[in-house]
């Protein structure tokens, strides 16, 4: 109960910082979304394609970090200009940065709810 208190809380300071954002700045919720996929490319590089020892990590990453950058309609110039603006204003960045953990945790907590699967009865 606590944690939905928290993810609303920090979810109404989004919304409201989201006018104050200078021109060009992504707003949070768009950035939380392109973080959230960035960190899930990097667990995925860690991971698995680091093992592969002929692969150019540095390549992958990259091209792994456009696609990002085209699925949310952004580019990499844009992205971490926000970053850096977001860095610059820590109050705001600790509000992104919540909503980014709690994106996780309900992944995580969907991902392991799995319902059991109904049978038709044996005739």
């Not at 200078?22 to 860690?46: C, F, H, Q, R």
């Not at 952004?74 to 992205?79: D, E, G, I, M």
């Amino acid at each position: 109960m606590r944690k939905i208190f928290y993810v609303c809380l920090s979810f109404i300071f989004t919304c409201c910082i989201n006018s104050s954002l200078p021109k060009g700045i992504l707003p949070a919720d768009k950035m939380e979304k392109v973080i959230y996929d960035l960190l899930k490319i990097d667990e995925y590089i860690s991971t698995y394609v680091a093992k592969d020892t002929t692969a150019d990590i540095k390549m992958k990453r990259s091209i792994y970090y456009e696609q990002v950058f085209k699925l949310h309609n952004t580019n990499r110039k844009a992205f971490f200009t926000s970053y850096t603006f977001y860095q610059q204003h820590p109050d705001i960045q600790k509000n992104l940065f919540d909503s980014v953990l709690a994106i996780s945790n309900r992944d995580k907590a969907a991902k392991y709810n799995v319902k059991p699967v109904k049978h038709e009865k044996e005739k």
